[in-house]
């Protein structure tokens, strides 16, 4: 395939820390020091994962702020606001996931509880990464070109 190459560039990024996204809403490119978003839909951990390891080897806490995210680096800390009802939280990518598609973030319960959305299951939410974990300018074109690509 003709993105082979780019997939291994981009894991290659995401592993040693740089950020990416596959998302419905990119943001559109500027200065380094705008806000990488994404749109598209959250879901929740099911409780069976509760005390089971992450891919970042943390253990998952029902309880805590966290989330799974397939494209931004482990560690990274986003704002997650549901559209529908502008509730927000901050959470920090610990896993990988969610491997339904539609789907950009799985949330840890009490995330979801902050989001209202443990009642329907999936809402539609924006997800913003915090300042301090923007990419460079230069990761985030490869990463759209990879996001475009993967979409097909």
């Known amino acids: 395939m003709k993105y082979d190459a780019l997939r291994v560039a981009v894991l290659a990024a995401v592993f040693a820390g740089g950020a990416s996204?596959?998302?419905?809403?990119?943001?559109?490119?500027?200065?380094?020091?705008r806000p990488l978003i994404q749109l598209?839909?959250?879901?929740?951990?099911?409780?069976?994962?509760?005390?089971?390891r992450t891919a970042s080897?943390?253990?998952?806490?029902?309880?805590?702020?966290?989330?799974?995210?397939?494209?931004?680096?482990?560690g990274t800390y986003a704002t997650v606001t549901n559209?529908?009802?502008?509730?927000?939280?901050?959470?920090?990518?610990?896993d990988r996931g969610p491997f339904t598609?539609?789907?950009?973030?799985?949330?840890?319960k009490r995330a979801a509880d902050e989001l209202d959305i443990r009642r329907a299951g999936t809402?539609?939410?924006?997800?913003?990464?915090?300042?301090?974990?923007?990419?460079?300018d230069e990761l985030r074109e490869l990463v759209t070109e990879f996001a475009t690509a993967i979409r097909r």
């Not at 559209?83 to 610990?94: A, Q, S």
């Not at 598609?101 to 840890?108: F, K, N, P, Q, T």
């Open 21 to 33: 996204h596959a998302a419905e809403g990119i943001a559109p490119f500027g200065t380094r020091a």
């Open 40 to 52: 598209g839909h959250a879901s929740f951990y099911a409780d069976r994962l509760h005390g089971r």
């Open 57 to 74: 080897g943390e253990l998952m806490d029902q309880n805590a702020f966290t989330a799974a995210s397939r494209t931004l680096p482990l």
């Open 83 to 94: 559209v529908e009802n502008g509730r927000r939280v901050t959470v920090k990518i610990n």
């Open 101 to 108: 598609r539609g789907r950009i973030i799985d949330v840890s």
């Open 123 to 136: 809402a539609r939410v924006r997800v913003e990464v915090i300042a301090d974990d923007q990419p460079t």
